[in-house]
């Protein structure tokens, strides 16, 4: 059992950054970022695998979001700059079931509990 502690969400301007920090219990493979708008589904925006070698964005956040990990401190990082009213969400980290990068929901296996991030206009 690997517990997920998301850390850094707030409310910022738009054009403004944040950066969110997933810290893990444990050793993990393949990372993620999920996001979620109130009314809406969720919705794939990141993933590393365990290495740190390959990444993968969903086309929206390209060029915009940054996504890395610290596997000697467990530790996934999400790097949002540029931030728009759009990517209002609640912002989830999880801990995939493979070493490769995933952007499918099932291929998850532990989730955080969530961190706000607002983006006002």
């Known amino acids: 059992q690997v517990q997920l502690v998301e850390s850094g969400g707030g409310l910022v301007q738009a054009g403004g950054s944040l950066r969110l920090s997933c810290a893990a219990s444990?050793?993990?493979?393949?990372m993620g970022w999920f996001r979620q708008a109130l009314g809406k589904e969720r919705e794939f925006v990141a993933a590393?695998?365990?290495?740190?070698?390959?990444?993968y964005y969903v086309d929206s956040v390209k060029g915009r979001f940054t996504i890395s990990r610290d596997n000697a401190k467990n530790t996934v990082y999400l790097q949002m700059n540029s931030l728009k009213p759009e990517d209002t969400a609640v912002y989830y980290c999880a801990a995939a079931r493979t070493i490769d990068v995933t952007d499918t929901p099932t291929m998850y296996r532990y989730w955080g509990q969530g961190t706000q991030v607002t983006v006002s206009s």
């Open positions: 590393i695998n365990w290495r740190g070698s390959s990444t």
């Open positions: 444990g050793s993990t493979y393949a």
